[in-house]
């Protein structure tokens, strides 16, 4: 398996870790937090840790579409950022 392609979470996968005991820390790795930008990261962390709390089927659907979102454009400026930063180097 690829490290770098997860599998696809869903919101059951959110359910189901959310009774774990540290369900926090599970689903903020699968979500790939520590890979957004530093506001991104806190916002989908206080997300995780109100659906936890609460356990909302609406609420676990809202955080995955905001966390793809937010993880999202980081990917494509880290690929953007390094390419810019090899060229800079060769002019």
């Known amino acids: 398996m690829n490290p770098q392609k997860s599998p696809e979470i869903t919101v059951q996968t959110l359910l189901a870790l959310r ?31 109100a659906f936890v709390e609460s356990g909302d089927t609406n609420m676990g659907q809202k955080l995955l579409s905001s966390a793809q979102e937010r993880l999202s454009p980081h990917i494509g400026m880290k690929a953007n950022i390094s390419v810019t930063h090899s060229q800079g180097r060769q002019v």
């Not at 009774?19 to 997300?47: C, F, S, Y």
């Open 19 to 49: 009774k774990e005991e540290d369900a926090v820390r599970l689903i903020t790795e699968r979500l790939r937090v520590k890979e957004m930008g530093p506001a991104d990261h806190i916002r989908t962390k206080h997300e995780v840790k």
